[in-house]
Nanobody, 124 residues
Framework: QVQLVESGGGLVQAGGSLRLSCAAS????????MGWFRQAPGKEREFVST????????VYADSLKGRFTISRDNAKNTVYLQMNSLKPEDTAIYYC?????????????????WGQGTQVTVSS
């Protein structure tokens, strides 16, 4: 059974940084693409970033390029999201997700497994 567990969320002031982690178990981690999504109150879940099997290829939402960095450590079965220069509009629940194919990366429906989410709150 696949389990994805996010951590690292919290309350931070605008301009600050957070590093989210997502630990995976139940599958061979290096065989899967890992992504981050977020959902703000009253809004739909949206794509943040994704990374391929070996970390060599990444994709970001256009609005987040330059502030967020995704990475993975296959030895630790963990994917990370480094978030810098945080803004109040980054406030959301952040979810990690897993999929097997490198296509339709922004499409939430193509991700097979999801974590429970971690809350990120950015105060102004």
């Amino acid at each position: 059974q696949v389990q994805l567990v996010e951590s690292g969320g919290g309350l931070v002031q605008a301009g600050g940084s957070l590093r989210l982690s997502c630990a995976a178990s139940g599958r061979t981690f290096s065989n899967y693409i890992m992504g981050w999504f977020r959902q703000a109150p009253g809004k739909e879940r949206e794509f943040v970033s994704t990374v391929n099997w070996n970390g060599g290829n990444t994709v970001y939402a256009d609005s987040l390029k330059g502030r967020f960095t995704i990475s993975r450590d296959n030895a630790k079965n963990t994917v990370y999201l480094q978030m810098n220069s945080l803004k109040p509009e980054d406030t959301a629940i952040y979810y990690c997700a897993m999929k097997s194919r490198w296509f339709n990366l922004l499409d939430i429906t193509t991700y097979n497994y999801w974590g429970q989410g971690t809350q990120v709150t950015v105060s102004s």
